[in-house]
């Protein structure tokens, strides 16, 4: 029974690392630090509902360009004048695990 109580308490530590590390890479690209600077007081003026969820936040403030200060309007600009980047390349560890047929 202790051996059992061991094994579950490591699975779940390695499956929470694993969930933990999966958020992290799969959470949003935020800007730089400048570009942010540039539309925090915008984002406090007038998506302060949105916070904290970042697609909600880009939302607001594209709805709201027409009221946006000349920093932030100048961020999304930039943003939808620059080429789409490539996806990441998928790292060893994103592969679907492989089942006992496969080896």
Do not use: H
Not at 20 to 26: D, G, K, L
Not at 32 to 41: I, L, R
Not at 65 to 75: E, F
Request: net charge positive; glycine share 4%; hydrophobic share 35%.
């Amino acid at each position: 029974m202790r051996a059992r109580r061991i094994v579950l308490s490591l699975a779940i530590a390695i499956g929470g690392g694993l969930a933990a590390q999966n958020t992290a890479v799969a959470e949003e690209y935020r800007g730089t630090w400048e570009q942010q600077m540039a539309c925090t007081p915008d984002v406090w003026r007038l998506c302060s509902d949105q916070i904290p969820d970042v697609n909600r936040i880009v939302t607001c403030l594209r709805q709201n360009t027409p009221q946006l200060s000349n920093n932030c309007r100048a961020v999304f600009e930039s943003n939808a004048s620059a080429p789409e980047q490539p996806p990441a390349p998928r790292r060893r560890n994103d592969l679907p695990p492989r089942s006992l047929g496969d080896q």
